[in-house]
Nanobody
């Protein structure tokens, strides 16, 4: 098992930046692909970004591509989401998640992710 704790959320003006962190404890962090998802009020949870076990492969959703960057530090058991040029539509609760099942790759779907953090609120004002 792995426990995930997100941090770094907050209130920021449009055009600003935030860096989210997700610290993992428990089983070996490098055995998990990691993802970030978000959920806005009244909307379904959506994929934001994911990174492979070694960090060499990343994917981002089209709505954040060019603005958000996912990275990981396996020595620190932490995954990051650098968010630049934030927009009001980025307002949501952001969750990190761990996937041990997708072989050799990463998934944009929520179903393979077995472990989830509690979420951190990001609010972008216009």
């Amino acid at each position: 098992q792995v426990q995930l704790v997100e941090s770094g959320g907050g209130l920021v003006q449009a055009g600003g930046s935030l860096r989210l962190s997700c610290a993992a404890s428990g089983r070996t962090f490098s055995s998990y692909a990691m993802g970030w998802f978000r959920q806005a009020p009244g909307k379904e949870r959506e994929f934001v970004a994911a990174i492979s076990r070694g960090g060499g492969v990343t994917q981002c959703s089209g709505s954040v591509k060019g603005r958000f960057t996912i990275s990981r530090d396996n020595a620190k058991s932490t995954v990051y989401l650098q968010m630049n040029d934030l927009k009001p539509e980025d307002t949501a609760v952001y969750y990190c998640a761990a996937d041990a099942r997708t072989p050799g790759g990463i998934s944009r779907l929520a179903s393979p992710y077995d472990y989830w953090g509690q979420g951190t609120q990001v609010t972008v004002s216009s």
